[in-house]
Structures are given as structure tokens and as C-alpha cells.
């Protein structure tokens, strides 16, 4: 089947899916994987993110009544439920806090010849110290391969906004990594 008929079958699927449950389930499986994936990307947590892609799903199926429109904006809809998912978890009380601390335990429980396992640490502590905003867009970007103009729609921006956005995302990782680097580099002379 080319693209055009796929994408017209899935537009017809989100209509079904108002009125008969296995076509719901049918757009279930079909987006479950990417928006867990988006949470793991996001909360660095595989047991967290299955609870939040649990209530993103949960969300859905209360809302999807007032939902219009097709494929497309059905699975931006579904990005934008799970940003905001996200962000209220963690909001919650010093929740970032406790996933910096696992991820340094994580890495200081490690040989230190374990270079790979050090640098995700690194990073996902960089990506952590960035605006929930920015981390969103960043996973969104990178880890989801998201166009800026699908971006946008998820979270009510103009392509240009999301554009400088992640710009400015960017370098503060860049920034953030690079004090990382040479605090890292740092401790490693005093050792020798």
C-alpha cells in the first residue's frame, strides 16, 4: 500500500476509533511503543515512564470524545498528553533530584573504566538541568526525530520559536557538559 492510501486507512482509523473499541485498540498499539519510548527519553526510567505512558493512554481514553481530527494531529496529540504527563511528574516533590542521585550512584557503582556508562550519566544529568521546555523539545527532536513544524503543533508554537528554542537548548547542554567535562577532568588530576 503506498503512503497516501496508508495515511487515509489511518485517518479512517481515528474515526472508527470513536465508535468501536478494536479500532481504538488498533491506534493503541500503533502509538504505545512511541510514546513510551518518548517518556523513557524523557524520565531516563523505564518503570517510571511506563507509568506515565499508562496515564497518558488513561488520558486519552477520557478525552478522545473531544478530540478532532486525523492521524497526523492524532499523534501530536498524543505527544502534547505526554509532555504534559511528563512535566506534572516531574514537578512532583524533589523528583529530579532522586533520578540525578540514582544516575551518579549508577555511575560511581560502576568500574570507572566504564567509560559509555559515564558519559550517558553525564548526560542525562545535563539534560536533566535544562528547562522542562527545553528537555522536551530536545527528546522530541533527537530521540522522537520530530520535524520543528510537528514541534510546534505538539506544544502551540511557531516553527521560528522552536527553531531559537532549540538553539538556545543546545547551548545550554553544551555549556552544562562542558563544566561537566572539566569538573570531571578536574577530579581525575587530583587523583593521579
Known amino acids: ?17 470513536r465508535n468501536d ?15 513510551f519510548r518518548y517518556c523513557v527519553h524523557r524520565l531516563f526510567e523505564r518503570q517510571t515512564a511506563e507509568d506515565v505512558t499508562s496515564a497518558v493512554f488513561l488520558s486519552v481514553v477520557e478525552n478522545f470524545g473531544r478530540f ?32 540525578l542521585k540514582r544516575a551518579c550512584e549508577q555511575v560511581n557503582n560502576q568500574d570507572s573504566t ?32 520530530l520535524k520543528l513544524t510537528e514541534i510546534a503543533e505538539v506544544l502551540g508554537s511557531s516553527p521560528g520559536t522552536i527553531r531559537s528554542q532549540l538553539a538556545r537548548a543546545l547551548a545550554k547542554l553544551r555549556k552544562v557538559l562542558a563544566t561537566e567535562f572539566i569538573k570531571k577532568s578536574e577530579v581525575t588530576k587530583n587523583e593521579q
Open 68 to 99: 478532532r481530527g486525523g492521524e497526523q494531529q492524532f499523534r501530536n496529540w498524543l505527544y502534547k498528553i505526554a509532555t504534559n504527563a511528563v512535566n506534572n511528574h516531574l514537578r512532583q516533590a524533589a523528583r529530579r533530584n532522586v533520578l
Open 114 to 145: 566504564d567509560a559509555p556508562a559515564e558519559k550517558l550519566a553525564l548526560l542525562k544529568e545535563a539534560v536533566l538541568a535544562l528547562k522542562p521546555r527545553y528537555q522536551t523539545i530536545i527528546t522530541l527532536r533527537f530521540f522522537e526525530n
Open 1 to 17: 500500500m503506498d503512503n497516501d492510501g496508508k495515511a487515509a486507512n489511518n485517518g479512517q482509523l481515528v474515526a472508527e476509533a
Open 21 to 35: 473499541p478494536a479500532a481504538f485498540v488498533q491506534l493503541y498499539r500503533g502509538h504505545y511503543d512511541a510514546i
